[in-house]
């Protein structure tokens, strides 16, 4: 199956509009963890995301303490180098070995991303890391230039063959910019976290540098079946227990945005959890959304998302909406795709 495709910024990768994220997939037992997941389902899960024409796969160090890139690197063994879909993970948070249920420390030192990127690729049994991406900003002090330089290295040295960040400020990215062409950001971003389109979207619309959003479906709020209920039955390690978009008043405010767009999705004879992803997805400067799947069937609930396109009706009818239920922050609706429209009649 094929599905459309944007350039990531400069990088001569050209991705599909949604990517498969694995941070559900390292399972539970860690700080961030989502609860218990099978690896077969996993794989399942995986082979099937590939099968419906996803091009790329997101995955982190820290997802299961590198639980995820061993299950992803299990799958990229098993195929043929033909259909290798693009491999993107990231390094800068470092776990306690003795505490598994102990928060990650931020830390970008050059030496400890060299060893974060060498113990990636062994895991999943590359040679070199399509999108190698910084976590967060570093909390020991390290200048971001240090960190950068290292990314740099280890790009020209073959290791890497392009370079990102992740939930960097415009500030971060700047100071990054001025070292080494940032690649890619990858900021949360969906109709309920809605501030990166504010600044740092525009930026890398700005610099040709690539967007790939993540939680575009607000870790499951977004989706058509969830409901306040099932908060009190997720897993008591699943991490969204604990989030403030899970517990009131901002879980009621949240799913009554997430009802405004069944009408929507009726109209265009697809899912809530499609929109949801369109949506950010119809921001300038957005080159895909990142989207998580514990079983082939959730891939099946969102995957129209990749060839969804929202009418500017659609676009202003969300914005009342969430203007309505006051839920979430930041831009309500993308202008520069409205006022383009307009000008188009």
């Not at 693009?86 to 948070?93: E, H, I, N, Q, S």
């Not at 080494?180 to 540098?209: G, T």
């Not at 795709?337 to 000008?343: G, I, W």
Request: with cysteine; charged share 25%; proline share 6%.
């Amino acid at each position: 199956m094929a599905l459309p495709t944007r350039p990531l910024g400069s990088t001569g990768l050209n991705i599909t509009k949604v990517g498969f994220g694995s941070w559900a997939i390292g399972g539970g037992g860690w700080s961030f963890g989502w609860g218990p997941q099978d690896d077969s389902d996993s794989l399942a899960t995986m082979r099937h995301v590939l099968d419906s024409g996803i091009n790329w796969i997101d995955t982190a160090a820290v997802y299961g303490l590198g639980h995820s890139e061993e299950v992803v690197g299990r799958l990229l063994r098993g195929l043929p180098k033909s259909r290798r879909p693009f491999v993107f993970t990231k390094c800068g948070l470092i776990w306690d070995g003795k505490n598994r249920m102990k928060e990650p420390a931020r830390i970008l030192k050059p030496e400890s991303i060299r060893r974060e990127c060498e113990a990636s690729l062994l895991r999943l049994g590359l040679e070199r890391i399509d999108l190698y991406q910084f976590h967060w900003p570093d909390d020991t002090g390290t200048p971001v230039e240090e960190s950068w330089s290292e990314m740099d290295k280890l790009v020209k040295e073959g290791k890497v063959r392009a370079a990102g960040v992740s939930n960097f400020n415009v500030d971060l990215l700047e100071r990054s910019e001025a070292i080494r062409h940032v690649d890619s950001l990858q900021p949360p971003f969906s109709l309920v976290n809605r501030l990166a389109a504010a600044s740092e979207i525009s930026w890398c619309h700005k610099h040709n540098s690539g967007v790939i959003c993540y939680s575009p479906m607000q870790s499951g709020l977004l989706t058509d079946s969830f409901t306040a209920i099932r908060v009190t039955k997720l897993a008591e390690d699943d991490w969204r227990r604990r989030a403030p978009e899970f517990q009131e008043p901002n879980l009621s405010r949240n799913l009554a945005l997430r009802d405004s767009l069944y009408p929507i999705a009726e109209r265009h004879r697809t899912t809530v959890s499609s929109v949801a992803i369109a949506w950010t997805l119809c921001w300038p400067g957005v080159t895909g959304a990142i989207v998580g799947a514990r079983t082939p069937a959730q891939v099946d609930s969102w995957i129209q998302a990749a060839s969804l396109e929202l009418t500017v009706a659609d676009l202003q009818e969300i914005a009342s909406a969430i203007k309505r239920t006051k839920a979430g922050a930041g831009p309500d609706l993308p202008r520069e795709k409205f006022l383009n429209a307009r000008q188009s009649r």
